[in-house]
């Protein structure tokens, strides 16, 4: 029975949730949140991979295959005019503080993008 998937920490959950090519495809390719968060802090913010699997909560392995994978969905939608919708994974969005009235350096929020502090 393999282990059971770590939840990745994300700081970024982009505004825009589709790409679509000039030239209509309806085939899609589908970026959890993870992945973006790893094309944002290694090709983005120009991050090495220690720190990027650092601030993601992830060992540098897992890093690598998230953003390899990442890497190859993205290729594969502009290569090949398919649509790209960001969305889904297993993550915990953290933010910097001013959400709420605790005194806590990171406010860390859950999918729905709830504080589990204040509910804000």
Do not use: W
């Amino acid at each position: 029975m393999p282990r059971p998937k770590k939840c990745r920490k994300v700081g970024f959950i982009p505004a825009n949730n589709y790409f679509l090519p000039k030239e209509k495809n309806n085939e899609e390719v589908i970026l959890n949140i993870e992945e973006i968060e790893a094309l944002r802090l290694s090709d983005f913010n120009m991050l090495d991979q220690d720190e990027a699997a650092k601030s993601m909560d992830v060992s540098r392995g897992t890093f690598q295959r998230i953003l390899n994978l990442a890497r190859y969905k993205t290729a594969d939608a502009i290569l090949n005019g398919k649509i790209i919708r960001i969305g889904g994974g297993d993550y915990e969005f953290i933010h910097s503080l001013s959400c709420c009235k605790y005194n806590t350096k990171v406010c860390i929020c859950k999918k729905d993008g709830i504080c589990m502090h204040c509910s804000k």
